[in-house]
């Protein structure tokens, strides 16, 4: 009995956007759809083999503004596949003109994200060395395990949000670097 589900690990559009485009795009051609997407995975189902294309565009939408920004998509040939959060994906086939074609487009779609997580980044790292000078420079002084204990689990937290921010951050960061200099590289010619 064939499968009728099939998931592909989600290693975060920051670092790994279009091997998974390309991925997605290959695996349509043997009949696996994207259908939804979630923090871990990409969810695929079973259906007739297509030749199309996928691309995703980042948008925080509010209620009153998502049916126009769909059908914008939509009238330019792109079908609305699935959405996590600001994560919007979209089919179409190939001929279709791409939804970024300008380098500053693409570039901005992801400057909500990349500020957001730099931002988290740093309040993260700031509260954290706030955190350990304060047990440095007061901590023989601090009585009472409970507000150690307190200030442990606050510093976990910390770097379990610090840590993956500043990677995504750094992620977004060189990705618009290689972009600018490819960019830069065919200005040149």
Known sequence: MEKKNRYILNMGLAFDEDRVMK??????????????MSLIRYKLVKGLPRNIVYSMDCKDLGT????????IFQSSGWEHVCSYGPFHFFSAS??????????????????????????AAN??????????????LLGSKIEG??????????SVILVIIGVPSLMVSIA?????????AKNNKMNLK
């Open 123 to 136: 309040i993260s790292i700031l509260l954290f060395v706030i955190l350990v000078l304060i047990e440095f």
């Open 94 to 119: 190939p001929e279709i003109v791409p939804i970024y074609t300008e380098k500053e487009n693409y570039l901005n779609k992801y400057k909500s994200s990349k500020d957001g997580c730099k931002k």
């Open 64 to 71: 009153d503004d998502s049916d126009e920004y769909f059908e």
């Open 145 to 154: 395990k409970a507000i150690k204990n307190v200030m442990g689990i606050i």
């Open 23 to 36: 991925k997605l795009n290959l695996m349509a051609k043997e009949g696996w759809i994207l259908e939804g």
């Open 172 to 180: 977004y960061s060189l990705k618009e670097k290689r972009i600018l």
